[in-house]
């Protein structure tokens, strides 16, 4: 069985993650990307992403396949445990709020 390592976003990816509070239960991140930034393949248990204001990303995996997504303010989503590296390929900040369960 392979071993998945885990990439924890605030430490790769610290220039878009800030950690807003952590707990034994759920871990607060704030995440911000410029237009046309790319940041540092990362990891996430699963968690719920909360868009603050209209984004359109695109997320790279690790087995090389990306997906074209986009958000709009104030959707909610929620994702299983996964790696992936984001993109933003809109024309504005990207701004909104993870919260990773544990």
Do not use: C
Not at 12 to 18: G, L, N, Q, R
Not at 44 to 54: T, V
Not at 79 to 99: C, K, M
Request: negative net charge; hydrophobic residues 40%; proline residues 4%.
């Amino acid at each position: 069985m392979e071993k998945k390592i885990f990439l924890d976003a605030a430490k790769v990816a610290s220039e878009t993650y800030k950690v807003y509070l952590e707990n034994d239960r759920v871990r607060v991140l704030e995440y911000r990307v410029q237009p046309g930034k790319k940041n540092a393949m990362h990891s996430h248990p699963d968690y719920l992403w909360f868009a603050l204001i209209p984004e359109k990303f695109k997320l790279y995996l690790p087995d090389g396949k990306t997906i074209d997504s986009e958000a709009n303010a104030g959707e909610v989503f929620f994702s299983e445990a996964e790696t992936h590296a984001y993109e933003n390929v809109g024309s504005t900040e990207a701004h909104g709020f993870l919260i990773e369960l544990k």
